[in-house]
């Protein structure tokens, strides 16, 4: 038989070209939502700044943040506000301190705050909830219910009572918020997992002979990657309220480190005296990485979220 | 019913002794005793002492005690710091303030942010609902540790209206500010969820069934709209009562008021423990049984439940 070599060739052209036309993954699906939300972009961008002023901030400071001006001691109202000759850009707080250094030292510890808790809430709320919904049965039910357990204990006077008895440190913070960052995770994971269990997929892997620990890392948490992305973003905020939140009592961070919580709080003491800008930039700050985390979030959400759309 | 409600108290009861049992072991872990002062004591002195109030015991011992005191007389021991107080003294002084100003909060937040969120949902996009979504999103960063200060800047430093702390029994000039710090978070949330929910209760077939018979508007939104619109918000009153619970620290705090809060922060920075664990314990009590009165409500309003 003969075969029409030309027919052929055109056939291999056409296919190599239908190729060419790129499929839009999910990922770039996502990507190209998030992307026309412009407050969702716009948080992004201000979450940017504020990060690149942590980083870049300290090599514009003439104080360190732990420095005593002697010269602004005792008359911090006239002397403490923010000018560029002195070198305070913030002014100073109660004590004489360079209120900008504090700030970017205050805004750098908040942020690890929410790094970490959503860290620790991705891996261990990840696995836990993954476990907990592939297993199934008792294992679920006691997990699960251990959970509900932990969850309606008012987390923040447990932290507060390991803070004490543990001491007062940042590595006691961080830990603690770890501790009680990942049980809306595991939640949220555990009924997402046990939604993906019932796939086909799965159920060639099980037939395939596939461990029960690797159709958990290889197939399970892979297709978890968009939701857990989503909450965890969703979370950070929280981690960061409640360590302001302990910081404010005075319970937190401990000089001479400081976060927006403890700084707030002493903004708060002094405006009585009217050196506004104490609590100001403290406030500033805060807000507007709350505002684009929350913002942020939301585009996440719309962007990844499967079910909102 | 019954079953139900006796099947939530018994998960309460492992959640209330988990609560207690570590808090204990995290308290006994601690360094240094309770009685343990910069001039050391004898030894006798302080073997002694820790036989009075049953230190020498073994740790399953004094747990199996501490346990028994609080369930059979509601008792949390002596404090440690004001030796001639007991927590329950304590707490029997600050709790009521709490209280007061507390329910006041949550009525305030669940009746303001109802009204807002149906408000929001009944005239959508129009310049009422963006007020209201404007309020929610603002609020989300302001909470009660933000709002203290600024009420305080505005109303005490500003305009002078209101004293900027104390409690004089409850007089209303010492209520309203702490009530609006630790209300207007859980409004704004509460007004988020309602608005939403109230939206896609007016968009279902059954609203559509009662326009189409003709009922009257205020019938449609009040009688069949509002109830399960508000579900979804029953269900974070949990939550939203933790919150404020744990809230009332600040405002105690910031508005020097004498609730519980005061008493535990000086308790955790005095290491106080007895004083800390008596409060926690209290405060998880409390947020057990308000987690089983919203699911017992929400059991009963909801006819989807069946238990």
């Known amino acids: 038989m003969i075969v029409d070599q030309k027919k052929m060739e055109n056939l291999a052209d056409n296919l190599m070209a239908a190729e060419e036309v790129q499929g839009r993954s999910l990922w770039a699906d996502a990507a190209r939502r998030f992307s026309h939300n412009k407050a969702a972009i716009g948080g992004l961008v201000t979450l940017t700044l504020v990060v690149l002023f942590t980083l870049i901030g300290p090599s514009f400071a003439q104080w360190s943040n732990e420095e005593i001006d002697w010269a602004v001691l005792g008359q911090v109202k006239t002397m403490g506000a923010p000018s560029i000759e002195s070198g305070h850009y913030f002014g100073t707080d109660e004590l004489g301190r360079d209120l900008y250094s504090r700030v970017i030292q205050g805004t750098s510890i908040s942020l690890m705050v929410g790094v970490i808790g959503s860290f620790v809430a991705v891996v261990v709320g990840t696995l836990y909830g993954a476990i907990a919904g592939y297993v199934g049965g008792r294992v679920d039910n006691f997990m699960m219910r251990l959970v509900d357990i932990f969850m309606s204990i008012p987390y923040m006077f447990v932290l507060i009572l390991l803070l004490v008895i543990f001491g007062r440190s940042l590595n006691m913070l961080f830990i603690g918020i770890g501790l009680i960052s990942w049980f809306d995770m595991s939640r949220i994971v555990r009924g997402q997992t046990l939604s993906i269990k019932n796939k086909e997929f799965i159920e060639a892997a099980v037939a395939a002979g596939v461990s029960n620990f690797t ?11 968009g939701i857990v992305i989503v909450y965890a973003s969703l979370l950070v905020p929280g981690f960061i309220l409640a360590e302001s939140f302990i910081s404010f009592l005075g319970l937190g961070v401990q000089e001479p480190n400081t976060s927006w919580g403890a700084l707030i709080s002493e903004g708060a003491r002094t405006m009585q005296y009217g050196t506004l800008w104490q609590i100001g930039f403290p406030l500033f700050f805060f807000t507007i990485t709350l505002f684009s985390m929350f913002f942020i979030g939301d585009g996440l959400r719309d962007a990844l979220d499967p079910k909102d759309r | 019913m019954f079953s139900f ?18 808090s204990f072991i995290l308290m006994h872990s601690a360094p240094g005793g309770p009685f343990t002062s910069e001039r050391a004591l004898p030894p006798q002195v302080e073997a002694n002492i820790n036989a009075k109030y049953g230190l020498d015991k073994p740790l399953h011992e004094q747990i199996f005690v501490y346990v ?16 001639d107080r007991s927590v329950n003294d304590l707490i029997s002084d600050g709790f009521p303030v709490t209280l007061t100003y507390g329910s006041i909060s949550a009525l305030v937040a669940v009746l303001f942010g109802v009204t807002m969120g149906v408000i929001a949902a009944l005239n959508h996009n129009t310049w009422k609902d963006y007020t209201a979504l404007g309020f929610t999103f603002t609020a989300q960063v302001l909470p009660n540790f933000v709002m203290a200060p600024l009420l305080v800047l505005l109303f005490t430093l500003q305009l002078g209206w209101l004293p900027g702390g104390g409690w004089e029994g409850g007089k209303a000039q010492y209520i309203i500010m702490p009530v609006i710090a630790l209300s207007t978070s859980y409004m704004a949330t509460i007004a988020r969820i309602t608005r939403s929910s109230m939206l896609e ?25 509002l109830k399960p619109a508000l579900l979804p918000v029953l269900s974070y009153m949990g939550p939203a009562m933790v919150g404020l619970i744990t809230g009332s620290v600040i405002i105690d705090m910031y508005f020097s008021t004498g609730g519980i809060g005061v008493l535990f922060v000086n308790g955790a920075l005095n290491r106080d423990y007895s004083t800390i ?31």
């Open chain 2, 277 to 307: 664990m008596g409060i926690t314990i209290l405060v998880g009590t409390l947020t057990v049984l308000l987690n089983l009165v919203v699911d017992v409500l929400y059991a009963w309003i909801d006819p989807k439940i069946r238990y």
């Open chain 2, 5 to 22: 409600i006796l099947k939530r108290l018994l998960t309460a009861i492992p959640t209330l002794l988990i609560l207690i049992i570590v």
């Open chain 2, 68 to 83: 028994k005191s609080i369930v059979l007389h509601f008792d949390f021991g002596p404090s440690f710091r004001y030796k």
């Open chain 2, 201 to 225: 209760v007016l968009n279902s077939n059954f609203i559509r069934t009662a326009k189409a018979k003709g009922l009257p508007y205020q019938r449609i939104v009040f009688k069949h709209a």
């Open chain 1, 215 to 225: 159709i958990i890392m290889r197939h399970i948490v892979p297709n978890l990657v």
